[in-house]
């Protein structure tokens, strides 16, 4: 019922920055909390910081100071701004959506690979 696209993905220095963006298209009003979640080679799935409809945010330890989740409901679109990126930080991005029911995310986009070179 709800499609995800994430974009913006890419190579970058340590220390350097990149935004990415989640395009929702489907019946989006049935998943209005949406979050961004990571995958590094070797490690689990984890989560990274969310975002409702309504404003309410929840960020991780390790994101907090230095990304920033943001969204355009007119657009559908969740964006990721991630600054003072580090090696670490170098996996594979997803982007999520689920109701407010659900403690699971029901919806998942392809991922996108943000690579930190040091």
């Known amino acids: 019922q709800v499609q995800l696209v994430e974009y913006g993905g890419g190579l970058v220095q340590a220390g350097g920055s990149l935004r990415l963006s989640c395009a929702a298209s489907g019946r989006t009003s049935s998943a209005p909390v949406m979050a961004w979640f990571r995958q590094a080679p070797g490690r689990e799935r984890e989560f990274v910081v969310s975002?409702?409809?309504?404003?309410?945010?929840r960020y991780t330890d390790s994101a907090k100071g230095r990304f920033t989740i943001s969204r355009d409901n007119a657009k559908n679109t969740a964006y990721l701004q991630m600054n003072s990126l580090k090696p670490e930080d170098t996996a594979v991005y997803y982007c999520?959506?689920?109701?407010?029911?659900?403690?699971?995310?029901?919806?998942w986009g392809q991922g996108t690979q943000v690579t930190v070179s040091s």
């Open positions: 975002m409702s409809s309504n404003g309410f945010t």
């Open positions: 999520a959506a689920r109701s407010y029911a659900k403690t699971e995310y029901e919806y």
